[in-house]
């Protein structure tokens, strides 16, 4: 038997789209005066908004040994002390979910702060 060349396979997930060449460049808008030196601030916001935040879940995270070296031992039996369970397993989360939305709030405000817009109104 010979070799026969076999269609190459295509998978067909919608029209064929014409090609329309390469895109024009778009133009790019004139800075506002001072904007340069808004951008550099709210940068340096939420560089600080971040760091802070870090070192936060750094300090929350680095004190779970601790905490945990502080609860009693469980004795001679090979079991996990229910203690151990509810600082691993549950007394981070809540922190951590704190943590998150006071960052969410503070970027959202620093980038209004920036804009000089006022703060969303919440439901």
């Known amino acids: 038997m010979g070799a ?12 064929p789209l014409p090609f329309a060449g390469p ?8 800075p506002h ?5 808004r951008v550099r601030q709210l940068m340096r916001r939420q560089l600080r908004t971040g760091l802070l935040a870090a070192s ?9 040994p601790v905490l945990l070296r502080a609860l009693p031992p469980a004795g001679a039996a090979p079991r996990v002390p229910p203690a151990v369970w509810l600082v691993l397993g549950v007394a981070p989360y809540p922190a951590l979910l704190a943590l998150g939305a006071w960052y969410v ?7 209004n702060d920036s804009a000089g817009g006022a703060p969303p109104e919440r439901p």
Not at 23 to 30: E, G, H, L, Y
Not at 33 to 37: A, H, K, L, N, R
Not at 56 to 64: D, H, M, P, T, Y
């Open 56 to 64: 936060l879940l750094v300090a929350l995270l680095g004190l779970l």
């Open 33 to 37: 005066p001072g904007s340069e030196e």
């Open 105 to 111: 709030r503070r970027a959202e405000r620093n980038e």
């Open 23 to 30: 895109a024009a460049p778009r133009p790019v808008p004139a």
């Open 4 to 15: 026969e060349s076999v269609p190459r396979r295509e998978v067909v997930t919608g029209r």
